[in-house]
């Protein structure tokens, strides 16, 4: 079973309509009594410049950016494969613009 962390980037089963793709996990992982969800960022290479999205040049992944308003929550088994992680400055980018999309950050 997949044991995603926050920060990580996963190809992810987002069903039918999203594809698999790769998804920046932003959930903390959830304790044992906890259901095995994580909520992950999807990335897109059909960008609409909208201020909810994020690009981000990850060398492991076609250009594209991480779509703040397509946020969604899966189970473990979703998750298909590690491709690598993300940290610091590029982390940082993306929450802002995950609290952004419901309100949550007042700067913005």
């Known amino acids: ?37 994580v909520t992950p960022v999807p990335h897109t290479t059909k960008p609409r410049e909208s201020r ?14 991480f779509d703040a308003q397509s946020l969604v929550t899966v189970p473990f088994p979703k998750l298909l494969k590690r491709l690598g992680t993300l940290a610091g400055a590029d982390l940082n980018t993306v929450e802002q613009a995950v609290q952004t999309w419901p309100g949550l950050n007042p700067d913005h």
């Open 1 to 37: 079973m997949a044991d995603p962390s926050r920060g990580e980037i996963w190809l992810v089963d987002l069903g039918y309509v999203a594809k698999v793709r790769p998804s920046l996990v932003l959930s903390v992982p959830p304790s044992r009594t906890e259901r095995a969800l």
């Open 52 to 65: 909810f999205e994020v690009a981000i040049d990850i060398p492991f992944l076609r250009a594209g950016v």
